[in-house]
């Protein structure tokens, strides 16, 4: 890997902390970074390089699994981390920040190849390329590499991803841009394409001749946290639904690329945005069903609800819940309904995909339950990471009872190199200049397509409701409306083991 310096816009705030810090760590730990590499904190906050890398001492412990951090590996890397108080949305600033890289350069012996990260308020999404700009950072000469990876949401709406786009186009190529989605730096969610595409036993039965319906479901146990200034502004649907869902929804239904490299897998993503079929009004009236949480007494302690959390609008009316209902318009996926689901406050924390395979035509034995079907695939994608596929076995002794069994496979039995959370990958991907894993531009564009419909109506048709559901529960009732009467969302059992993957409530 080529030496280079990160920088951090964002470098006191939730995400560097919580995640990037901890992923570099690791990256440092394993030996996964060159040895000439320099962490810059660019921010606001008046730190020192001393006071910030005694503030990120502070809190790698908080993040860093304990078996992960030793003392020496703490002392090393810290010594790689360097800040510079700014104001990022002043254009001013830039030139002193561009000095400042250089006498890094020098330091570090690196030759100017620069990686930026985004995490900042979304507000500064569109500000900061351009300040780059202003002062020639953004563009590459004599074999260096300047790259920028933004976080999600990317645009608050279709014409504001537009904008950015535009902006991002006319300061970096498409190649230098690193639209980050860190659920595709999941293992897991990696390994629905080795699941789909590294077997053939699947793949005939991939579409709607087999499958029933399909199911997507991130739902937390957690509230809004410290975040509440973001997330109130924002809401379900932009923060997990347009990225992260869609996302899951993609690499369950997409056709196989004729090769693996960015190009050809990111190609089939868009064909599924695009095939999405468009929701008409009074389909968003009834297949969207969105909720917020509200103040409960689960399990003997009181939780807040979304009005009460910290920053938030006492007369808040965004969703922290959204369940809906979507179609695929293709050959291979015309008719089944795939319904996906989020959700902060809810019973468990778990990230799934369920694909219910359509019933025999003809139900022989006893114990069969009328039409439906005893045969199911769960991609647990987190936690308890797993395949568990469902079929109908005969009661032993019986007379041809069948009853539902599971066989699964739980990846920890796997082995294997160790391996970072999702954001190390996607780091180290793109320092490699691997952008497979990053939402291209035309992606990001074709999801907004699909669900700025439902923003804007929401925005202008007051009456649409917004239902309530205690926190700790599994969100509003209405949700079960749109999987119709014969289905209902399967609910993941709320302790997970290794041996019980899987149960109802
Ligand atoms: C983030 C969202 O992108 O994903 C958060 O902004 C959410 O609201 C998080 O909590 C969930 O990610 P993970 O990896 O913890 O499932």
């Known amino acids: 890997m080529n030496s280079q310096i990160i920088v951090i816009f964002g470098a006191s705030g939730d995400l560097t902390k919580r995640k990037l810090m901890p992923s570099l760590y690791w990256l440092y730990k394993h030996n996964r970074l060159n040895a000439s590499f320099a962490l810059l904190g660019v921010g606001r906050t008046s730190y020192t390089d001393d006071s910030y890398r005694a503030f990120i001492e502070t809190q790698l412990p908080l993040f860093v699994p304990a078996d992960e951090l030793d003392t020496v590996s703490t002392t090393e890397f810290l010594q790689h981390i360097y800040f510079h108080s700014m104001d990022p949305d002043n254009v001013e600033n830039y030139s002193d920040l561009k000095q400042r890289l250089e006498v890094l350069d020098k330091q570090i012996d690196n030759p100017g190849n620069y990686l930026y990260y985004l995490a900042t308020p979304p507000s500064l999404y569109g500000v900061i390329p351009l300040h780059l700009q202003s002062v020639n950072l953004n563009t590459e000469s004599h074999g260096q590499t300047r790259r920028i990876i933004v976080e999600k949401p990317f645009g608050y709406h279709l014409s504001s991803a537009q904008e950015l ?6 300061v970096f190529r498409e190649d230098q841009i690193y639209r980050i989605d860190h659920f595709l730096g999941k293992e897991t969610v990696q390994n629905i394409l080795a699941l789909r595409f590294a077997n053939g036993i699947f793949e005939p039965l991939w579409n709607r001749n087999y499958i029933d319906h399909v199911e997507v479901t991130a739902v937390e146990n957690l509230g809004i946290e410290e975040r509440g200034g973001f997330y109130d502004g924002s809401g379900a649907l932009r923060d997990m639904v347009q990225n992260h869902l869609i996302q899951l929804v993609a690499l369950t239904a997409m056709e196989p690329p004729a090769l693996f490299n960015a190009d050809s897998f990111r190609n089939e993503v868009v064909k599924v945005y695009q095939a999405l079929k468009p929701l008409t009004t009074a389909q968003i009236k009834s297949q969207v069903i969105r909720g917020q949480y509200t103040m409960s007494h689960a399990e003997n302690r009181l939780i807040n609800g979304y009005r009460e959390e910290k920053n938030i609008n006492p007369h808040s009316r965004t969703e922290t819940f959204v369940a809906l209902k979507l179609f695929i318009d293709n050959w291979r996926w015309g008719g089944v309904p795939f319904y996906i689901r989020t959700g902060k406050q809810m019973p468990t924390k778990v990230s799934e995909i369920v694909i219910h395979f359509k019933p025999t035509p003809h139900s022989l034995f006893q114990g069969m339950a009328g039409n439906s079907s005893l045969n199911s695939m769960i991609i647990r994608i987190q936690p308890n990471e797993g395949i568990v596929m469902k079929f109908g076995m005969k009661v032993p002794g019986s007379n041809f009872e069948i009853k539902q069994v599971s ?75 749109i999987v119709g009467q014969e289905n209902s969302w399967t609910n993941p059992c709320k302790n997970l083991t290794n041996t019980d993957l899987y149960c109802e409530l």
Do not use: H, Q
């Open 407 to 481: 066989m699964d496979f739980t990846y920890d039995r796997l082995g294997g190199s160790p391996v970072g959370d999702a954001y190390a990958k996607l780091l180290e991907d793109c320092m490699m200049g691997e952008s497979t894993l990053f939402t291209r531009s035309d992606a990001v564009e074709a999801s907004w397509c699909y669900f700025d419909p439902i923003l804007s109506l929401w925005e202008n048709d007051k009456s649409i409701p917004l239902y309530g559901y205690p926190a700790g529960t599994w969100g509003p009732l209405e949700a079960d409306s």
């Open 165 to 170: 786009n535009r902006i991002y186009n006319s």
